[in-house]
Structure formats: C-alpha cells, structure tokens
C-alpha cells in the first residue's frame, strides 16, 4: 500500500521558517494532488494548501503570502515552506494524498502520521 511519511517539524521563534517534506512510498500507480492540513489542541483539522500534478495551488486565507507548497513528482515528494511563522501556526501538521496502489485498485486516501510545529519565544 501507500505510505506517506512527513518531516521537519520543530519549535521556532515567532518569525522564524520551517520547511516540511512528505514523501510517498510503497505500490504508487497514481498520485493525486497532495496536499497539507494542520490540526491545533481543541481545534479540527483543517486545510493548508494543496497542489495538483502539474502544480496548480490552493492556500488557506491564514497562510498566503507566508507558505509555499510545492512537489517533485518524480520523487512523490510533497513540500511545505513556511515563512514569518506565527504562534498560531502551532499544530500538528499531516500531508495528505489520494493514491491508487495499482492500475486495479480504486482511490484511496492516505494522511501522514503527522509532525509537530510549534512556533514560541
């Protein structure tokens, strides 16, 4: 199956940048757009960017202008930079995919287990 692994999370002062990666393993046939969502404590999970195949963006209003995703689909791999971070940019961050392993298989959507930004003084 799939498997999408995140990293780069970390504590940052208010300001600061981070740069997230999220790659794709395993039986891949197809990917679609990959995309970021951040969950904060009592709080649902909600939208950060997205980026199709052939590299059109969607950004939540809270972080345009500030976060760049891109991908590199040779490698599966999905980014996120973020600049001018802000405190309440502290979540838990999951890279999401909808994938189909095989020619065979139907869609399915994967998410990542997650990686921490805290941004603080």
């Known amino acids: 199956q799939v498997r999408l692994v995140e990293s780069g999370g970390g504590l940052v002062q208010p300001g600061g940048s981070l740069r997230l990666s999220c790659a794709a393993s395993g039986s891949i046939f197809s990917i679609g757009a990959m995309g970021w969502y951040r969950q904060a404590p009592g709080k649902e999970r909600e939208l950060v960017a997205t980026i199709t195949s052939v590299g059109s963006t969607n950004y939540a209003d809270s972080v345009k202008g500030r976060f760049t995703i891109s991908r590199d689909n040779a490698r599966n791999t999905v980014y996120l930079q973020m600049n001018s971070l802000k405190p309440e940019d502290t979540a838990v961050y999951y890279c999401?995919?909808?994938?189909?392993?095989?020619?065979?298989?139907?869609?399915?959507?994967?998410w990542g287990q997650g990686t921490q930004v805290t941004v603080s003084s």
């Open positions: 999401n995919a909808p994938a189909q392993p095989t020619r065979w298989d139907p869609w399915y959507n994967y």
